[in-house]
């Protein structure tokens, strides 16, 4: 797949997404959300589907140029996908706790394995 189609499937993915949300967001407040008091105005909403749609294409961009989905379903997988791609990425628990002032605890001493149990087969032997 060329990266131009990975691109058109990402949007789509990502389009149908906002798609869903903004149709539940319309049945919540019974209105388009920029014309309630309190909702999102707008412009503010442009900025973040435009952002949500750039996050789609980006990704399913790198993924579909790279083999790592493959065919449009997987591209587009991945643009609906792609915030919560990226907060995995880039370990959003880890940004948490210094957003918080918090210092990561340092990993503990590691457990020697335990020596396996010796199981005794159907012939009697031990393994």
Same mark, same amino acid.
């Given at each position: 797949?060329? &990266?131009?189609?990975?691109?058109?499937? /990402?949007? @789509?993915?990502?389009?149908?997404?906002?798609?869903? %949300?903004? !149709?539940?967001?319309? *049945?919540? &407040? !019974?209105?388009? +959300?920029? !014309? &309630?008091?309190?909702?999102? +105005?707008?412009?503010?909403? $442009? =900025?973040?589907?435009? @952002? !949500?749609?750039? #996050?789609?294409?980006? #990704?399913?961009?790198? $993924?579909?140029?790279?083999? %790592?989905?493959?065919?449009?379903?997987? &591209?587009? *997988?991945?643009?609906?996908?792609?915030?919560?791609?990226?907060?995995?990425?880039? /370990?959003?628990?880890?940004?948490?706790? %210094?957003?918080? /002032?918090?210092? +990561?605890?340092?990993?503990? +001493?590691? *457990?020697?394995?335990? *020596?396996? =149990?010796?199981?005794?087969?159907? =012939?009697?032997?031990?393994?």
């Amino acid at each position: 797949m060329s &990266v131009w189609m990975a691109c058109v499937w /990402g949007l @789509l993915g990502a389009g149908a997404l906002e798609a869903h %949300q903004l !149709r539940g967001d319309i *049945a919540r &407040v !019974r209105n388009l +959300p920029w !014309r &309630v008091r309190g909702e999102l +105005p707008l412009g503010a909403y $442009f =900025t973040a589907l435009a @952002l !949500r749609l750039a #996050l789609g294409v980006g #990704l399913a961009a790198g $993924f579909g140029a790279s083999g %790592q989905a493959g065919g449009p379903v997987g &591209v587009m *997988a991945v643009g609906i996908a792609a915030p919560k791609v990226l907060e995995q990425l880039a /370990g959003r628990k880890l940004a948490e706790l %210094q957003a918080a /002032g918090e210092e +990561p605890s340092a990993p503990g +001493p590691v *457990a020697e394995p335990a *020596a396996p =149990t010796e199981v005794e087969g159907a =012939t009697g032997e031990r393994n």
